[in-house]
């Protein structure tokens, strides 16, 4: 559940919206694109009977307003077994800026989705190709695990509620896969683990954090950093990503990176000090200690036969 969706004010400047929406329609249609229940995809599970409630509208009213948005509007598509709603064109205004977080939060609410055929149509009017792709890879792979799962004279005789029973069961294998790859190819599990140990519960920004984290700097250099922050009584996320984000500002990205550059440093310390610094340590110290009584003794004869 989002806190809050943006609609362009050239929504009121659309000629579709100018010319064939009625007061009443386009009511509906701000409901539909900013209500609780939207996600980043624009693909979301809602019941009439929720809308009913939510907009004060008879079910019957409901029910009208449904039919003349997926029929004669074509602005949306409802799937009536699974209760999914995708806005047409979502993709065009909404999907429009890229980044990790961004692309985390589309691949898991892709997962979510039940009926395929709602996120096809979604990806139709997506104008950023990064996220396009995402879109479409998804797709691919719902396909290509559909194809193991049963063969195509089978999946076309089941009925809606069968097809979306073998879309979970693909989803289920493909959220299997997806969580081997992440722990083989990046061992987020070992960073998961000492944050864990050291730190606290993970919860979904942690978590996110630790994938960064895990791209930037290996395991012994986030070992170190909270070995750190333990010693100084500071063991959290806050102080650990500090010392983290100053290492990587200093291109101090492995353990053997960071006494690398600690040994440089103590080369620096050295070459800083002054010709006659280095030479008084340098020197024999037993110059600089006390004369013994009779060391005086010797020195007091000297003088007193001169």
């Known amino acids: 559940m989002s806190t809050f969706r943006k609609i362009y004010t050239k929504f009121w400047k659309d000629g579709k919206v100018i010319e064939e929406l009625t007061p009443e329609d386009k009511f509906f249609f701000i409901y539909l694109l900013t209500n609780p229940a939207t996600t980043q995809i624009g693909i979301y599970q809602i019941t009439k009977k929720q809308m009913s409630f939510e907009l004060g509208y008879s079910i019957e009213t409901v029910n009208s307003l449904m039919d003349r948005f997926e029929n004669h509007h074509k602005l949306i598509k409802y799937n009536l077994s699974t209760r999914e709603i995708a806005i047409k064109n979502w993709g065009r205004y909404n999907l429009d800026r890229g980044g990790k977080p961004m692309m985390d939060c589309i691949k898991k609410e892709l997962e ?81 683990k000492l944050y864990e140990e050291n730190i606290g519960l993970i919860n979904k920004i942690s978590y996110e954090w630790i994938i960064d984290i895990s791209e930037e700097i290996d395991i012994k250099l986030f070992k170190k950093a909270i070995e750190i922050a333990t010693d100084k009584g500071k063991c959290n996320k806050g102080y650990i990503g500090g010392i983290i984000k100053k290492w990587i500002n200093n291109n101090i990205k492995t353990y053997d990176d960071l006494k690398a550059y600690e040994l440089n440093q103590g080369g620096i310390k050295n070459d800083r000090k002054s010709k006659y610094a280095r030479e008084y340590e340098n020197e024999n110290e037993s110059i600089y200690q006390k004369p013994t009584k009779e060391q005086l003794r010797r020195v007091k004869e000297l003088l007193e036969s001169n």
């Open 112 to 192: 979510m989705v039940s009926d395929i055929s709602l996120i096809e149509y979604i990806s139709e009017n997506i104008k950023r190709e990064d996220i396009k792709e995402v879109f479409v890879n998804y797709i691919n792979k719902i396909k290509n695990l559909n194809n193991d799962t049963c063969n195509d004279t089978h999946y076309d005789t089941l009925g809606t509620s069968g097809q979306v029973k073998v879309k979970e069961e693909v989803k289920d294998k493909i959220k299997e896969e997806d969580k081997d790859k992440d722990i083989k190819s990046s061992n987020v599990g070992k960073y998961v």
